[in-house]
């Protein structure tokens, strides 16, 4: 399996996305991306890496910088399966069915307790005078 | 030693990026009469640039240190006519995704040297335009890790 792998920076400005760049080094390009987000000229620059598998003609783009005016710069490690995973491990886990016969059987317990605690009480006090 | 000659290799193609950068801030391409030579410094003998024509890419300038390393002054010439395997004409591989994409472009790579080893290079490309837009100009760069790039 043969893989080309490019790696593109794309700035926004003004709501629109353009390609800027192209690089073969990883290295220089997630470089140049991090400067380019600190001249706070974008609104949003992105590094990205295309791999190109030359046998079957698929490619996999997975974003490895992102930084935006309002939010910290950060390297990424994450395909587009990966980011698709992860927003849907993040989602919130549905709510958990009430266990009514656990919370019955818990209530009961605890009256038994008070109302025996009280009866301990009674029994003292009266052997006591 | 050959993390150092990466990082330097890498300066001078981001270095070049840079100054091409500030010569159009609002993201038009800059005009070649916008280069100075004077500006550009030390990197100058590694550099080139091109005339893009209805018809051919020529050489409008070529650093002293590629014509030292390529045996002859391709000045005036077609890029076309570059030897195939040499620096130069890896340096100019590029040129028609530049001239299709209208953005810069870095490669790096291996060529042959004279004496038959393989030698790795790193190189840019850089679009230019009269009129902010078409391109009508490159100017490149490439270096590699032979003495006399260093």
């Known amino acids: ?23 073969d080094d990883r290295e220089l390009a997630v470089q140049e991306a991090e400067r380019m987000a600190r001249t706070q000229r974008y609104s949003e620059v992105r590094a990205v890496e295309e791999s190109l598998d030359e046998d079957t003609q698929r490619s996999v783009t997975r974003t490895i910088f992102r930084a935006s005016r309002d939010a910290p710069s950060a390297r990424e490690d994450r395909s587009e399966e990966a980011l698709a995973a992860l927003r849907k491990v993040r989602r919130p886990p549905p709510p958990r069915r009430k266990n009514v016969v656990a919370q019955v059987i818990s209530r009961t317990l605890l009256f038994g307790a008070i109302v025996a605690a009280g009866l301990g009480l009674i029994y003292f006090i009266n052997s006591s005078f | 030693m050959t993390i150092d000659i990466e990082v330097k290799e890498r300066r001078f193609v981001q270095h070049l990026l840079i ?11 800059p005009s070649r009469r916008r280069i100075r030579e004077a500006e550009i410094g030390d990197m100058w003998r590694c550099c080139f640039t091109l005339d893009i024509g209805s018809v051919a890419a020529i050489f409008t300038h070529i650093g002293a240190t590629h014509v030292a390393h390529y045996g002859a002054d391709l000045t005036g010439r077609p890029a076309s006519l570059v030897r195939p395997g040499t620096l130069l004409a890896a340096a100019v591989d ?7 994409r209208r953005i810069p472009i870095t490669s790096t790579g291996t060529f042959i040297a004279p004496g038959g080893d393989p030698v790795p290079y790193r190189s840019i490309l850089l679009p230019l335009a009269e009129d902010g837009n078409e391109v009508s100009g490159i100017l490149g760069a490439a270096n590699c890790r032979l003495p006399e790039f260093r």
Request: charged letters at 20%; hydrophobic letters at 50%.
């Open chain 2, 19 to 29: 100054y091409w950068r500030e010569l159009a801030p609002d993201g038009v391409l």
């Open chain 2, 94 to 100: 590029r040129l028609g995704d530049v001239l299709a």
């Open chain 1, 1 to 23: 399996m043969a893989n080309l792998i490019v790696y593109e920076i794309h700035t926004c400005r003004q709501g629109a996305w353009k390609i800027d760049s192209v690089f």
